[in-house]
């Protein structure tokens, strides 16, 4: 385990909740309540929930896009939470992003050309001339024309402009790339091409991916290994292949029997999930899924069961498995 | 809810202190001496020393200031070094003549606003809305002063009905409450209209007029109730700065308001009036802010959460 | 200069159409006030800084034949086309000075009110926190002022000059300004476009020049057309009030002060320089309306 790209140990983000005439801090909305997970140099770690289960909070803590309330982020030999805001900047070379929707993560006012260019500007990477081949190249890459340069955003389809938000990731030359839904705002027909750029780049470049989605479905063959969400915590995290097949937590063999079955023979019992999403400003005490869990003992209701990890690479917290 | 009142209400108090301050370092960062002004460039100089001693004003600024504040919540805005009288009497006389123009120029403005405005809003961009809106648009580009001396020279000289200027019952209210009613109207039937349009255009008004209800019933049940929430504000916000004082108007139509006294105060650099007719008329506009402010949120409750 | 003016920017609002370069004929049928309302700002522009080129006589200086013989002003005629005044001046060459203080005022007021509310109001968007309820709280003062009447106490305290009369009007001016760009600042900070400057690791000052201002200056052009017509309105109510330009030097405000006295004998002494005022003033508004329209087409759709 050592060629560890990303450790992510106890990490947390608090909202704070104000009332009153002095606006004190009444509570605190958890988005993230004590996440930790690595990810191995070239793996692609899916992360699934469902919305509002603090996922793209939790990638953006990971970049301190949001300064994270606690806990810490490892990436290579540097902590990140400790970093200065200045070092911060140039190591976010190092570390990109990738937005959900492609319409607002480009700016309009600029062509797709300045668009690109400018992370390297940023960074007083290459000349000008050079910068300018790099942006071809790198359209190419992803799949556009290289005339596209001279074009402004709003001429693209959307899949277009996610290629292109992809390409600006890219120019930095990162080692890692989080993926914030990056397919969630497409059409069912783009998001496989977009997903099979992506694995192609992560070859071609030796990308390490963490790719937040909220459906079980999308990550599954991108992924290696796969975490579920619920609540801001994380409820299971194991090899992708062992997550379908063997899912141990409850709440993942709810999200997965949700998954449609090509195969009208298969019969397959459905779990519905009761009830609502409870408010991450006030969740359950003890399990955080034990309003919704079909399998739910007393002990649920009270005590929070430990993040372990029950079979080789296979990290649960449920009660069931204690 | 009660919170937010009071949150409000600091808030509130925080910018009138901090219009006092303003006012009172403005006021005193003057050039002019008032002690001199007060007796006159001839006297000697040891008078004006004296006078200025009885005035308090050789003390360093930051006591003239609390003393000044300590006299105002007494209710006392000080003594008008031009007038030899206290400055509430001097406001005293004029409020009066002040709050008539303003609620007469305030009932020009709305009764012809409204209507313009509900109007425009039912003929957007049709013909009859292209020269209402041009109309507007001369009234918002209109000097108050010329359109006023206009209205002396035509309507009261020319066609000799009305008087040419000053105080005294309704007839002199008339012609300054046309001036200032028509072009602070332009403004209002804008607003009007443009929060008319955006409601008119919303999708439940819509939805209302598919399913066939009449264009008028659509209006008077539907838009009218939420495009007039911002008309009912600016009008309220109006009244405020109309009660103030009105310089120009007032100024032309040699009206004895509490608008010309603060143009006469600057004329002769008389303080105590200047800061007294400066923060009379903030307070109206702060007062009637949060008075807004609190119905708005009773209306709304989604304001006061965020 | 024309093509330049006419290529609109691009809409903001994300995934609609490319406008498409017009004709001007086009362009001046949907957009008439554009049209009408630029001409009249421009031919304002080079009536004033051609003052001096346009004008016949000093616009200072009684002229020997200014007057009538029982010294009354004389009307418009072919040699004074405006007529003089009761110094016995000409109207026409001071009605085109007027043009000059009038814009003079009305522009560099504009530029320091925008100065002031485009960094007041994107420290106060952007940073957010006490800083922007500080700020905010100073907007509320500045806002809860009787505007005119402090600004000619202002510039009472001061004394009278065309300097201090667009410095008073451009010191407090700015409370508006600051509120509009504050608003789109913060619109615009959320976007993801904004966050991804900050991913790619520009800094707070490099993501507002580059990201954020570009974004905000559609609304803060159209307001700053709007707020140059009511400056230039205001300068001529100082004048009017004596406390603006001060004789003999010629104002559209203190020309109409000088003739209300007259308005009976001479009233070309208050027509000419009002028309003028009134024309300039539609004209801005015009503009700025018609600009409202064609950039920023949310607004009364």
Same mark, same amino acid.
């Given at each position: 385990?050592?060629?560890?790209?990303?450790?992510?140990?106890?990490?947390?983000?608090?909202?704070?909740?104000?009332?009153?005439?002095?606006?004190?801090?009444?509570?605190?909305?958890?988005?993230?309540?004590?996440?930790?997970?690595?990810?191995?140099?070239?793996?692609?770690?899916?992360?699934?929930?469902?919305?509002?289960?603090?996922?793209?909070?939790?990638?953006?803590?990971?970049?301190?896009?949001?300064?994270?309330?606690?806990?810490?982020?490892?990436?290579?030999?540097?902590?990140?939470?400790?970093?200065?805001?200045?070092?911060?900047?140039?190591?976010?070379?190092?570390?990109?992003?990738?937005?959900?929707?492609?319409?607002?993560?480009?700016?309009?006012?600029?062509?797709?050309?300045?668009?690109?260019?400018?992370?390297?500007?940023?960074?007083?990477?290459?000349?000008?001339?050079?910068?300018?081949?790099?942006?071809?190249?790198?359209?190419?890459?992803?799949?556009?024309?290289?005339?596209?340069?001279?074009?402004?955003?709003?001429?693209?389809?959307?899949?277009?402009?996610?290629?292109?938000?992809?390409?600006?990731?890219?120019?930095?030359?990162?080692?890692?790339?989080?993926?914030?839904?990056?397919?969630?705002?497409?059409?069912?027909?783009?998001?496989?091409?977009?997903?099979?750029?992506?694995?192609?780049?992560?070859?071609?470049?030796?990308?390490?991916?963490?790719?937040?989605?909220?459906?079980?479905?999308?990550?599954?063959?991108?992924?290696?290994?796969?975490?579920?969400?619920?609540?801001?915590?994380?409820?299971?995290?194991?090899?992708?292949?062992?997550?379908?097949?063997?899912?141990?937590?409850?709440?993942?063999?709810?999200?997965?029997?949700?998954?449609?079955?090509?195969?009208?023979?298969?019969?397959?019992?459905?779990?519905?999930?009761?009830?609502?999403?409870?408010?991450?400003?006030?969740?359950?005490?003890?399990?955080?899924?034990?309003?919704?869990?079909?399998?739910?003992?007393?002990?649920?209701?009270?005590?929070?069961?430990?993040?372990?990890?029950?079979?080789?690479?296979?990290?649960?917290?449920?009660?069931?498995?204690? | 809810?009660?919170?937010?009142?009071?949150?409000?209400?600091?808030?509130?108090?925080?910018?009138?202190?901090?219009?006092?301050?303003?006012?009172?370092?403005?006021?005193?960062?003057?050039?002019?001496?008032?002690?001199?002004?007060?007796?006159?460039?001839?006297?000697?100089?040891?008078?004006?020393?004296?006078?200025?001693?009885?005035?308090?004003?050789?003390?360093?600024?930051?006591?003239?200031?609390?003393?000044?504040?300590?006299?105002?919540?007494?209710?006392?805005?000080?003594?008008?070094?031009?007038?030899?009288?206290?400055?509430?009497?001097?406001?005293?006389?004029?409020?009066?003549?002040?709050?008539?123009?303003?609620?007469?120029?305030?009932?020009?403005?709305?009764?012809?606003?409204?209507?313009?405005?509900?109007?425009?809003?039912?003929?957007?961009?049709?013909?009859?809305?292209?020269?209402?809106?041009?109309?507007?648009?001369?009234?918002?580009?209109?000097?108050?002063?010329?359109?006023?001396?206009?209205?002396?020279?035509?309507?009261?000289?020319?066609?000799?009905?009305?008087?040419?200027?000053?105080?005294?019952?309704?007839?002199?209210?008339?012609?300054?409450?046309?001036?200032?009613?028509?072009?602070?109207?332009?403004?209002?039937?804008?607003?009007?209209?443009?929060?008319?349009?955006?409601?008119?255009?919303?999708?439940?008004?819509?939805?209302?007029?598919?399913?066939?209800?009449?264009?008028?019933?659509?209006?008077?049940?539907?838009?009218?109730?939420?495009?007039?929430?911002?008309?009912?504000?600016?009008?309220?916000?109006?009244?405020?700065?109309?009660?103030?004082?009105?310089?120009?108007?007032?100024?032309?139509?040699?009206?004895?308001?509490?608008?010309?006294?603060?143009?006469?105060?600057?004329?002769?650099?008389?303080?105590?009036?200047?800061?007294?007719?400066?923060?009379?008329?903030?307070?109206?506009?702060?007062?009637?802010?949060?008075?807004?402010?609190?119905?708005?949120?009773?209306?709304?409750?989604?304001?006061?959460?965020? | 200069?024309?093509?330049?003016?006419?290529?609109?920017?691009?809409?903001?609002?994300?995934?609609?159409?490319?406008?498409?370069?017009?004709?001007?004929?086009?362009?001046?049928?949907?957009?008439?006030?554009?049209?009408?309302?630029?001409?009249?700002?421009?031919?304002?522009?080079?009536?004033?800084?051609?003052?001096?080129?346009?004008?016949?006589?000093?616009?200072?200086?009684?002229?020997?034949?200014?007057?009538?013989?029982?010294?009354?002003?004389?009307?418009?005629?072919?040699?004074?086309?405006?007529?003089?005044?009761?110094?016995?001046?000409?109207?026409?060459?001071?009605?085109?000075?007027?043009?000059?203080?009038?814009?003079?005022?009305?522009?560099?007021?504009?530029?320091?009110?925008?100065?002031?509310?485009?960094?007041?109001?994107?420290?106060?968007?952007?940073?957010?926190?006490?800083?922007?309820?500080?700020?905010?709280?100073?907007?509320?003062?500045?806002?809860?002022?009787?505007?005119?009447? #402090?600004?000619?106490? @202002?510039?009472? =305290?001061?004394? $009278?000059? %065309?300097?201090?009369?667009?410095? &008073? !009007?451009?010191?407090?001016?700015?409370?508006?300004?600051?509120?509009?760009?504050?608003?789109?600042?913060?619109?615009?900070?959320?976007?993801?476009?904004?966050?991804?400057?900050?991913?790619?690791?520009?800094?707070?000052?490099?993501?507002? #020049?580059?990201?954020? @201002?570009?974004? =905000?200056?559609? $609304?803060? %052009?159209?307001?700053?057309?709007? &707020? !140059?017509g009511q400056n230039i309105l205001l300068e001529a109510s100082l004048s009017f009030l004596g406390f603006g330009v001060q004789p003999p030097e010629p104002s559209w405000g203190n020309m109409i002060q000088e003739g209300m006295a007259y308005f009976q004998l001479a009233p070309w002494l208050i027509y000419a320089p009002g028309l003028m005022l009134l024309i300039t003033t539609i004209g801005f508004n015009l503009l700025g309306d018609g600009l409202r329209d064609w950039l920023d087409p949310k607004v009364g759709r």
């Amino acid at each position: 385990m050592s060629d560890a790209l990303l450790t992510v140990s106890n990490l947390k983000k608090y909202f704070p909740i104000r009332k009153g005439v002095l606006r004190r801090t009444v509570g605190h909305v958890k988005a993230v309540d004590d996440v930790s997970f690595t990810v191995q140099k070239g793996e692609t770690l899916g992360i699934v929930g469902e919305s509002g289960c603090g996922k793209s909070t939790m990638g953006r803590s990971i970049l301190r896009l949001i300064e994270p309330t606690g806990g810490e982020v490892k990436f290579e030999n540097t902590n990140l939470t400790k970093l200065s805001k200045g070092s911060l900047r140039t190591l976010r070379q190092k570390m990109q992003i990738v937005f959900q929707d492609p319409y607002a993560s480009l700016n309009p006012k600029f062509k797709i050309g300045t668009i690109l260019e400018r992370p390297m500007q940023i960074h007083g990477l290459y000349t000008p001339a050079e910068r300018r081949k790099r942006v071809a190249s790198l359209l190419e890459r992803c799949g556009l024309d290289p005339s596209a340069a001279e074009k402004y955003p709003n001429e693209f389809s959307g899949g277009q402009r996610q290629r292109i938000g992809i390409a600006r990731a890219l120019t930095l030359n990162p080692s890692l790339i989080v993926l914030d839904e990056p397919v969630s705002a497409l059409d069912v027909s783009v998001q496989s091409q977009i997903i099979n750029l992506l694995e192609d780049l992560q070859e071609a470049f030796s990308l390490t991916y963490l790719f937040i989605a909220h459906d079980l479905s999308v990550v599954r063959h991108i992924s290696d290994r796969i975490a579920v969400m619920y609540l801001g915590q994380t409820m299971e995290l194991a090899e992708s292949l062992e997550l379908f097949e063997a899912p141990l937590h409850p709440y993942t063999q709810a999200l997965l029997s949700a998954i449609p079955v090509p195969d009208p023979d298969v019969k397959r019992e459905r779990i519905l999930l009761r009830g609502d999403l409870p408010s991450p400003a006030n969740p359950p005490a003890g399990c955080p899924f034990h309003t919704r869990c079909k399998d739910a003992k007393d002990i649920c209701k009270t005590k929070k069961p430990v993040w372990k990890e029950v079979r080789p690479g296979h990290h649960v917290a449920c009660h069931l498995y204690s | 809810m009660a919170s937010y009142i009071l949150r409000r209400f600091i808030g509130a108090l925080v910018v009138l202190f901090g219009i006092s301050v303003i006012t009172f370092i403005i006021a005193y960062a003057a050039p002019g001496d008032p002690a001199r002004l007060i007796v006159g460039a001839k006297a000697p100089q040891t008078v004006v020393d004296a006078v200025r001693h009885n005035l308090g004003l050789d003390q360093p600024l930051p006591i003239q200031y609390i003393h000044y504040i300590g006299r105002l919540l007494h209710g006392d805005l000080g003594f008008s070094y031009h007038n030899n009288l206290p400055v509430a009497e001097l406001i005293g006389q004029r409020i009066g003549n002040t709050v008539q123009l303003a609620l007469a120029s305030w009932i020009v403005e709305v009764i012809l606003g409204l209507p313009l405005g509900i109007f425009g809003a039912l003929y957007h961009r049709r013909t009859a809305d292209y020269i209402l809106s041009f109309l507007t648009l001369v009234g918002m580009s209109m000097p108050v002063f010329w359109f006023g001396m206009w209205l002396i020279q035509n309507v009261a000289y020319g066609l000799g009905i009305l008087p040419l200027g000053g105080v005294g019952g309704i007839s002199h209210l008339i012609l300054p409450a046309i001036t200032l009613g028509v072009t602070n109207m332009a403004f209002y039937q804008r607003l009007v209209k443009s929060s008319m349009v955006d409601v008119m255009s919303q999708d439940y008004i819509r939805t209302a007029r598919a399913n066939g209800v009449p264009a008028h019933r659509v209006v008077t049940r539907h838009a009218l109730k939420n495009g007039l929430i911002p008309a009912v504000t600016y009008a309220g916000m109006d009244i405020a700065q109309l009660c103030g004082g009105v310089v120009l108007t007032e100024t032309v139509f040699n009206y004895q308001g509490v608008g010309q006294l603060a143009w006469q105060s600057i004329e002769n650099l008389d303080f105590p009036v200047i800061m007294a007719t400066v923060l009379i008329a903030a307070v109206f506009v702060v007062v009637m802010n949060f008075i807004v402010d609190i119905v708005y949120s009773l209306i709304d409750p989604r304001i006061s959460l965020s | 200069m024309n093509n330049a003016v006419l290529e609109p920017s691009l809409s903001p609002a994300a995934g609609t159409a490319v406008k498409r370069r017009m004709s001007f004929w086009r362009f001046a049928r949907r957009y008439p006030s554009v049209v009408v309302g630029g001409l009249i700002v421009l031919i304002m522009v080079l009536i004033a800084l051609f003052a001096p080129v346009l004008a016949h006589y000093d616009p200072t200086r009684p002229l020997s034949d200014g007057l009538s013989q029982m010294g009354a002003p004389l009307p418009p005629n072919h040699k004074y086309w405006l007529g003089t005044d009761t110094e016995g001046r000409d109207v026409f060459s001071r009605v085109l000075y007027g043009a000059r203080v009038s814009l003079e005022v009305g522009f560099f007021a504009g530029l320091i009110s925008l100065f002031i509310g485009a960094l007041l109001g994107i420290i106060s968007g952007y940073f957010g926190g006490w800083v922007d309820m500080v700020i905010m709280r100073l907007t509320d003062m500045v806002l809860a002022f009787p505007f005119l009447l #402090f600004v000619v106490a @202002l510039v009472a =305290v001061m004394k $009278p000059s %065309v300097t201090n009369v667009f410095i &008073a !009007i451009g010191v407090f001016g700015w409370a508006q300004m600051a509120r509009i760009i504050r608003g789109q600042v913060l619109a615009v900070k959320e976007l993801e476009y904004v966050q991804a400057a900050r991913s790619l690791g520009a800094s707070a000052w490099n993501i507002i #020049f580059k990201e954020v @201002l570009p974004n =905000v200056i559609t $609304p803060v %052009v159209i307001y700053l057309t709007l &707020a !140059i017509g009511q400056n230039i309105l205001l300068e001529a109510s100082l004048s009017f009030l004596g406390f603006g330009v001060q004789p003999p030097e010629p104002s559209w405000g203190n020309m109409i002060q000088e003739g209300m006295a007259y308005f009976q004998l001479a009233p070309w002494l208050i027509y000419a320089p009002g028309l003028m005022l009134l024309i300039t003033t539609i004209g801005f508004n015009l503009l700025g309306d018609g600009l409202r329209d064609w950039l920023d087409p949310k607004v009364g759709r």
